[in-house]
C-alpha cells in the first residue's frame, strides 16, 4: 500500500474536541494510490488475531502498484439464502459474488467481509469470491423434491452484475436456470450490464416471472464517482431503465441509500429523471451504518467533505436515534424523527405526482416446472 495521508490542519483544528475526531488517528491511504476504490483504509477485520495497520515511516516515497481485483474461486455447498425478516418482501435471496468491486463508500454489506478474513475496507472491493459452482447448485436445490417455489430475489447484499460478471457470467447462468424452470425472481442493480441479458428478462417477463429495481444514487456524475467508483454512471442507469422498461420488463428505481445534506436534496430529481425513461414505481432507503461501514463512511467524508463531516453525522444520529445505526425492524429502512418524516412526505409527494406510487408486481410461482438432474444412478423403479 501507498504511505498514509494526514488530514490537513485546519481540518484537525476544527475536529478536534467533537465524537468524530478519532477517524483523524486512522491510517489513511494516499489518494494516488487509491483511485477507483471507495474506501480510504483497510483496517484488518474484526475477527483477527492480529492488528495491521499501514503507515508512511518516512524513508520512501517509491509508488506502489494498483489496487488489482483479486479474484477467489470458490465452490460453495448451497446458494439459496433465506431469511425471515419483515422488512423484506421475500424469503430467499441468491448472492453469487461475495465482495464488491462498485466500492460504494456506504455499502452496509461491507463488515461480512471480515468472516472471511478481510478489511471491510479496501479488501471488501478488492477481494472477490466468485461461486463457480452457483448455477449447477441452484439446478439441484430446485430439483428437491420438497422444494416449493417463491420469489427469488438476487442482489440484495453485493451486485450480481458488478464488474466480474463481464467475465464469468454466473448472473446470466442462473437467469437461463431461471428461465428454464419459470421461477419467479426480482433483480436489485446499480449496473447498466443487466441490459446484457435482455433476451432472457423478456423472456421471464411475458409470464409475469421477473422485476427489476434500478440503483440510482445521486444524477451528479462527480457525487456518483465518489461515492461509487466503479458502479455504473447515472447516466447509463437510467439508460438501462429506458430498455428494460421498453422491452416490457417491470422496472422500478431505488432511490438509495439517501445521505443527509449530501445526495437528499435530489430525490425527486431521481424520481423524474427514472419516470420519464419508463420507470413504473419507485422507493427509497435511508443511509445506516452498520459495524465498520460507520468508520469506513466517516473516512470518506473527511476526504470529500470534511467541512461537512460533523453536520452530516450528527444529522444522520438524529434519524436513528441518537446513532448511526438502527438494526431494529421497521425503523431501520426509513429511519425516525423529523427529518426522517420530512423525507417520507418528501418521496410520497412526488411519487403520487410521477405515477411511482404503484407497488412491484405479484410474481407468479404456479408456472414452476423443476429442472431434470442428469444422473448416472440408476432408478429403483
Not at 476504490?37 to 518516512?58: C, I, K, P, W
Not at 460507520?294 to 467533505?305: A, G, N, Q, T, V
Request: contains cysteine.
Amino acid at each position: 500500500m501507498g504511505p498514509s495521508v494526514a488530514p490537513s490542519f485546519e481540518t484537525i483544528e476544527r475536529l478536534a474536541g467533537s465524537r468524530d475526531a478519532d477517524v483523524l488517528h486512522r491510517p489513511l491511504v494516499n489518494p494516488k494510490f487509491n483511485r477507483g476504490r471507495g474506501a480510504q483504509s483497510n483496517l484488518s477485520g474484526r475477527y483477527e488475531a492480529t492488528r495491521r495497520e499501514v503507515f508512511h515511516d518516512g524513508w520512501s516515497e517509491d509508488p506502489v502498484l494498483p489496487f488489482e481485483t483479486v479474484e477467489h474461486l470458490e465452490r460453495g455447498q448451497s446458494i439459496i439464502t433465506r431469511n425471515s425478516s419483515p422488512d423484506l418482501h421475500f424469503d430467499r435471496s441468491i448472492n453469487p459474488y461475495r465482495g464488491c468491486a462498485h466500492g460504494c463508500s456506504y455499502c452496509f454489506a461491507r463488515p461480512t467481509h471480515a468472516y472471511l478474513g478481510h478489511s471491510a475496507g479496501i479488501d471488501f472491493e478488492r477481494d472477490i469470491y466468485i461461486k463457480t459452482n452457483a448455477v449447477e447448485l441452484l439446478r439441484r436445490e430446485l430439483s428437491h423434491t420438497r422444494y416449493k417455489p417463491r420469489l427469488l430475489a438476487i442482489g440484495t447484499n453485493t451486485d450480481a452484475y458488478q464488474p466480474l460478471e463481464r467475465k464469468h457470467k454466473i448472473m446470466r447462468g442462473l437467469l437461463e436456470v431461471l428461465a428454464e424452470t419459470r421461477h419467479p425472481v426480482t433483480i436489485t442493480t446499480k449496473s447498466a450490464l443487466i441490459v446484457r441479458d435482455l433476451d432472457l428478462l423478456t423472456q421471464l417477463a411475458k409470464d409475469n416471472l421477473v422485476s427489476v429495481a434500478v440503483s440510482v444514487t445521486s444524477m451528479d456524475h462527480r457525487l456518483s464517482r465518489w461515492m461509487e467508483p466503479r458502479a455504473s454512471t447515472p447516466a447509463k442507469r437510467l439508460e438501462a431503465i429506458r430498455l428494460l422498461s421498453e422491452a416490457g420488463i417491470p422496472t422500478h428505481v431505488l432511490a438509495a441509500p439517501m445521505i443527509p445534506a449530501i445526495n437528499d436534496m435530489e430525490l425527486e430529481r431521481i424520481l423524474e429523471a427514472a419516470a420519464a425513461q419508463g420507470a413504473i414505481g419507485a422507493s427509497f432507503i435511508m443511509l445506516r451504518l452498520p459495524g465498520e461501514v460507520k468508520d469506513i463512511f466517516r473516512e470518506w467524508l473527511l476526504r470529500y467533505y470534511p467541512n461537512k463531516m460533523s453536520h452530516v453525522l450528527n444529522l444522520i444520529r438524529d434519524v436513528r436515534g441518537g446513532r448511526e445505526n438502527d438494526p431494529r425492524f421497521g425503523t431501520r429502512m426509513r429511519g425516525q424523527g423529523a427529518y426522517a418524516v420530512i423525507m417520507e412526505q418528501r418521496f410520497v409527494r412526488a411519487a403520487e405526482r410521477l405515477g411511482l406510487n404503484t407497488k412491484p408486481p405479484v410474481l407468479r410461482n404456479d408456472l414452476f416446472a423443476a429442472p431434470v438432474i442428469e444422473s448416472n444412478q440408476l432408478s429403483l423403479f
